[in-house]
Structure formats: C-alpha cells, structure tokens
C-alpha cells in the first residue's frame, strides 16, 4: 500500500493535491483513500492532507503515521514542529521539498537518513499541482495519460485556461522527477503489534459557553478568538527587533499583529492562529516559536 502525505499552508492547494493524486491513482485501477486536514478559516496556517493506494481493500484509517512518501509544499513549514512534517520519517521514506536549495542542505539540515528530493519552485500560486505531478512520477505505477485526467475531473468547475495551466504545471514537474520515477516503495503492511500511539499535544479546554459560542451579530470576526486554534506562539525578543514592522504585519495572514506609531510590532494573540509566517519572514530572527502551555500567563486562555 502506498501512504502518502502532502504538507503545506492553507491556500497552497493541498487539498486539490491529494485529490487529484488519489483520483490518478483511482484511475490507474487502485482502491483509494484521501483527506485533508484542517480547521477552519485556515488560510495562510500548516494544513495536511494524505493519500492510500493499494490494490485491495484499504483497511487503515486516520492519519498516516509511517508514509513511504512527505511531500511538503512549503518549506518554512520544516522548522515548525506543531505542523508534524517529519512525523514518522524513516530510512524507507522519501522526502520531497519544494525549495530551491539542493537535497544536500536539506539533508544537513534535518539530518534525515531518508531519500531527499527537491521541486524547484517554479509557481508560487500553484504549489498543490506542481506537488500532486511530482508525487506522481515518484510513485512511479500512474500514467502521464491518468495524471491529466485526474486533474480535467478535479479542476472541471474551473475555466479551461486555468486547467490548461494547472495541467501544463503538473505535468513540467512530472517530468522534472524523470530522474527519481519509481523511488518511492510501498513498505511492509503494518501490523498491530507494533502500533506506535498518535504524538498528541494536551491543550486546556474551555467550558462550552467560552471555548464554542454562537455568534450571529454583523462585523463581529474581533469576537472569534481564533488563537484558541493555536498550539504554538510567534514570541518577539524585542532586543533583536530592528523594527522593519512592514514585514511581519504584511505577511500574517490574519492580521495579528498590530503596529505602534514607533513602528514597535505586537502579536494579538486572541486572534493568531500560529501559522507562524511571522517566524520564517522576519529578517532579524526576532521572533521564536514557543509551545502554547509553556507560555500561561494570568487570565490567558492558553
């Protein structure tokens, strides 16, 4: 059985990846499971998606915990631990990065025994085909032919020039993979004596009128405390903040963090969602990611 699991942020087309690669692999004769993973209003936040493919009935269900192949779409997204990339990794399986470094310094910087690829970034807006193309040629048993129809069945609400280049894309990077088709190897079938348990994060849970309430006034979104979808924070060390506050404001996607008249940034974090852009973009490194429990302070719903 083949496992596979897409990694990316919300808006990327993670979710169209694995479908159109799991309708490839339905059209090539597999049975076939794929989902995402995500909460909602997640635009801009780590989200996941996997895909199972075997020739007889799928049993599994639930998140892939040991994939033969990671692919992930963005690759700030390696450092963040709460976005579980490298959950499950092992020697058997194959890693692929959209980055423009070499699988070298990827290597070093995991310090994987793994297989590393890397996906050139060729169309920042079109991560999720360029990955569902790739992931294809790495599997190595579906069709040029089937790839193409699985993205004309998935992309068929769309005008013809954007599945015109949607299919031009996925299949540039079908053929980037020439080199690696067929890496990917589906590994032995699990067994439940050795079922490794989910590596949960225990959050507090509000009671129910708090944590879940219902909401129907207008302009109402400063209500929504969507930081209680965090795991964890972007924490500023104003001793190195050079005060560039127009990077980290334009890059959150939800608009979290507030700018004083001195240009001194401050994360609002009732409504950061701990995509942790703010991180990767900030050019002095002044912002840290810190587990939401270690950072209770009084009165804050952590």
Same mark, same amino acid.
């Given at each position: 059985m083949y496992r596979i699991r897409f990694h990316g942020r919300g808006g990327q087309g993670i979710k169209t990846a694995s479908r159109i690669l799991g309708t490839a692999f339905f059209l090539e004769g597999y049975e076939v499971q794929d989902a995402p993973r995500y909460g909602a209003e997640r635009r801009g936040a780590p989200i996941f998606a996997y895909v199972r493919a075997a020739k007889k009935p799928i049993l599994e269900r639930g998140v892939i915990q040991q994939p033969d192949l990671v692919i992930i779409a963005d690759e700030s997204l390696a450092s963040v631990a709460s976005a579980g990339t490298l959950i499950g990794i092992d020697s058997h399986c194959v890693l692929l990065i959209v980055s423009n470094e070499s699988a070298q310094t990827w290597q070093h910087r995991l310090n994987l025994g793994c297989k590393v690829i890397t996906l050139s970034k060729q169309a920042e807006n079109h991560a999720g085909v360029l990955c569902a193309g790739a992931a294809v040629r790495l599997a190595g048993v579906i069709s040029r032919q089937n790839l193409?129809?699985?993205? !004309?069945?998935?992309?068929?609400? /769309? %005008? =013809?020039?954007?599945?015109?280049i949607n299919t031009d894309l996925a299949l540039q990077a079908f053929d980037d993979m020439e080199e690696f088709e067929g890496s990917v190897k589906t590994a032995e079938e699990l067994s439940v004596e050795n079922y490794q348990k989910? !590596?949960?994060?225990?959050?507090? /849970? %509000? =009671?129910?009128?708090?944590?879940?309430p219902a909401i129907h006034a207008a302009a109402n979104s400063v209500q929504i405390k969507t930081g209680l979808w965090r795991s964890y924070r972007p924490v500023i060390d104003y001793q190195l903040c050079k005060h560039c506050w127009w990077v980290c404001s334009t890059y959150c996607p939800g608009g979290a963090i507030n700018v004083d008249a001195k240009g001194q940034p401050d994360v609002d974090y009732d409504h950061c969602k701990g995509c942790m852009i703010c991180v990767a973009q900030c050019p002095s490194h002044a912002i840290s990611i810190v587990p939401e429990q270690e950072n209770k302070t009084a009165g804050e719903t952590p």
């Open positions: 193409q129809s699985a993205i !004309q069945q998935e992309l068929a609400d /769309f %005008d =013809a020039s954007v599945v015109q989910p !590596q949960w994060i225990k959050l507090a /849970f %509000d =009671a129910a009128h708090t944590a879940a």
